[in-house]
């Protein structure tokens, strides 16, 4: 399981010209699920997220959760993280999970998260999604678990 985050100062999706989901100040995650991955997966992930201390101190350095920063995450499944692009110049999915593994582990994943921390919004698992965001900083991460 991949997750691509970004601290960011705002971020939306969008869906058919509707916003579905939409932060402030907080995390932008992109979510890549893979063929291998399991519950103890989103566990894991979850854990990691909230605990990550991306965020400034009164002194300028990433000292603070998400929890302590007050912020907000924003989860977006991302498919394409799983793509195998070492050789040529197409990227290959053989490691990518299949959609319906996908949509249970992503939809396991927001409820975990949600279920211990308020402040989540999502796109909507397979839809035409376009994503806007300012990145802060910028501070960018990938968490592998």
Known sequence: MKGLIQRVSSASVTVENN???EIDN???LLLGIEKNDDESAVDKLVDKLL?????????????KNIQDSRGKILVISQFTLAADTSRGTRPGFST???PELAKRLYDLFVDNLRSKFPFVETGIFAADMKVALVNDGPVTFMLEV
Do not use: E, Q
């Not at 605990?51 to 000292?63: A, S, V, Y």
């Open 19 to 21: 916003i579905v989901g």
């Open 26 to 28: 907080g995390i932008l």
């Open 96 to 98: 990518a999970a299949h």
């Open 51 to 63: 605990k990550l201390r991306i965020f400034p101190d009164d002194d300028g350095k990433m000292n």
